[in-house]
């Protein structure tokens, strides 16, 4: 899903922006049904006062988006999201999820730890069949 550049004068929404990225990554494997949208639709609204806390956050707070949605698809639906797709040098022997990194920082990405990586940045997953 493409986030539309700004209007002139305008300051995009950096939650509406890291929920588009979640969004994308999300129905790119699959999984963009109406209630694991919710769940970013949840993770999105819980991140508000985050960031009214801290306003310079924006750039952070996609990252921790994606973090909140992975940890909730888990505990609640039972889904690992997204899946490795083994890149080269990854050794893990079972089915495991690709990690955000920087834990807290601009521009996250996906991450095989295994392989130690990058697989995509966040909102560029490539779609798996």
Known sequence: ?????????????PLLAARAVVVH???????GTAPLV??????V???RWWLEAWPEGGAHVAGQVAQDVQETLL??????WPS???????TAPDPHVLA???????DPHWVCESAAAD???LGALPTTS
């Open 1 to 13: 899903m493409d986030v539309p550049p700004p209007s002139p004068g305008t300051t995009p929404d």
């Open 75 to 80: 505990d609640d639906h039972g889904v690992r």
């Open 84 to 90: 490795c797709p083994r890149p080269p040098g990854c």
């Open 119 to 121: 697989v995509a940045p």
């Open 45 to 47: 609204a819980a991140r």
């Open 38 to 43: 919710d769940v970013v639709d949840a993770a």
């Open 25 to 31: 990554d999300l129905t790119a494997r699959g999984l």
């Open 100 to 106: 955000v990194l920087p834990d807290l920082g601009p």
